[in-house]
């Protein structure tokens, strides 16, 4: 049987038995399966949690609009604009999840830089294709489109979306992951395509007419095939709550303990420094630690942020401020937006530029700081 999202059964996986009206009369005229496939989507959408911030979601897609209106928020629409095609490995056996991440971030980010702080919590979402682990682009021309469609006759094609929530104005920001799995019938493979699915990832248009009726079943539930999962919408909006009373125990940088994975950029190396304790701090609670000093001979640091093995979550700075104005600039060119200044690095002209870089910036001592302890 088809799965979706709160138990309720895909309406192409219920062949004989009744349906949900509004998707019998959507599906009985192929004019109208979009409408169908949205209220379908809306039909599983659940309720946000009470007391849910109103919400900007940077987001044109009518799917989007249609689920988050059925949830109950308050909401408004933005466009971000980006360049998705400068950003992220698309290449073959590169993880989807880290690229719809990175690009939901990434309209996060160009949202705040065309906005500015305000009242609403920022909601944006990207989604691509997956098909026998090949990240699938937007189809080049019909006759690409034609091929994608044929090839879900063999095997499942996955849709892996994120979604970010970002609060302007405390910079607190939590992300997540979803996937549907959608299987089709072998009459896929017949499909007569057209110029709108040139506009879909996979040129998987689920809600074309063309394409519906031939849907065996969905696992993930329609709202995820969308690109819009309110159940990790939930999940993620409880997390921000969470972050909230963390942060204002512990400061907007150290209460935040989705930053796992930390770069503390000083002379890590020598006994005799606080950079040494620093690092030794962080370990023991819990945090993942790459060392970045320039003054290493040895290899056992990174030269630069440049030359990290991956991206980190956040920076502690304790080294000087005319190499640390250097460190903030790779950091906005990373997409790493979380800072921890030491006493010593928090120079006037250092914070005042992690300000016009956007970062989110605490102040303070590690060493005495209090901070939650990971698992």
């Known amino acids: 049987a088809g799965l979706w999202r709160f138990g309720v059964a895909a309406p192409w996986a219920l ?49 989007r609009r249609a689920i988050l209106a059925a949830t109950g928020a308050n909401f408004e629409t933005a466009s ?10 698309r290449s073959a056996g590169a993880p989807p999840e880290q690229l719809v991440k990175l690009l939901a971030e990434a309209k996060a980010d160009a949202l705040l830089a065309k906005l500015g702080a305000g009242a609403r919590v920022l909601l944006t979402a990207d989604q691509v294709a997956v098909y026998r682990g090949v990240i699938r682009e937007k189809p ?3 006759a690409e489109a034609r091929e994608f469609l044929a090839s879900y006759a063999s095997a499942p094609c996955d849709l892996v979306g994120a979604l970010c929530l970002h609060d302007p104005g405390t910079g607190r920001r939590v992300v997540g992951v979803q996937t549907a799995h959608v299987h089709f019938e072998p009459a896929i493979a017949n499909v007569e395509v057209d110029e709108s699915m040139l506009a879909c990832a996979g040129g998987l248009m689920i809600e074309h007419a063309n394409v519906a009726p031939h849907i065996r079943h969905i696992e993930g539930g329609m709202d995820c095939v969308l690109g819009l999962s309110t159940t990790l919408l939930c999940e993620l909006l409880q997390q921000l709550k ?21 770069a503390v950029v ?5 006994e005799a420094k606080p950079a040494f304790q620093v ?44 190499i640390g104005l250097g460190v ?37 001592c590690v060493l005495i700081s209090d901070m939650p302890t990971l698992n």
């Open 242 to 262: 969470a972050s909230e009373a963390s942060c204002s125990q512990y400061g907007v940088v150290l209460g935040q303990t989705s930053l796992r994975t930390w």
């Open 328 to 364: 903030l600039d790779s950091m906005k060119k990373l997409g790493i937006r979380h800072v921890f200044m030491q006493p010593g690095a928090d120079a006037a002209d250092v914070v005042r530029r992690a300000g016009e870089l956007g970062l989110v910036v605490q102040r303070g």
């Open 140 to 142: 080049r021309d019909l």
């Open 15 to 63: 062949r004989g038995r009744p349906v949900i009206a509004i998707v019998a009369r959507g599906m009985a005229a192929a004019a109208a399966s979009a409408d169908a496939t949205i209220e379908a989507a809306k039909a599983c959408a659940g309720q946000l949690p009470k007391g849910s911030p109103p919400l900007l979601l940077g987001s044109q897609s009518a799917g």
């Open 80 to 89: 971000p604009d980006i360049d998705e095609k400068a950003l992220g490995d």
């Open 266 to 270: 000083g002379d890590c190396l020598n």
């Open 279 to 322: 690092v030794k701090r962080l370990e023991e609670a819990g945090r993942t630690v790459f060392k970045v000093s320039p003054y290493d001979s040895t290899g056992a640091c990174f030269k630069s942020m440049e030359d990290l093995s991956e991206k980190v979550d956040a920076v502690n700075l304790i080294i000087s401020p005319k």
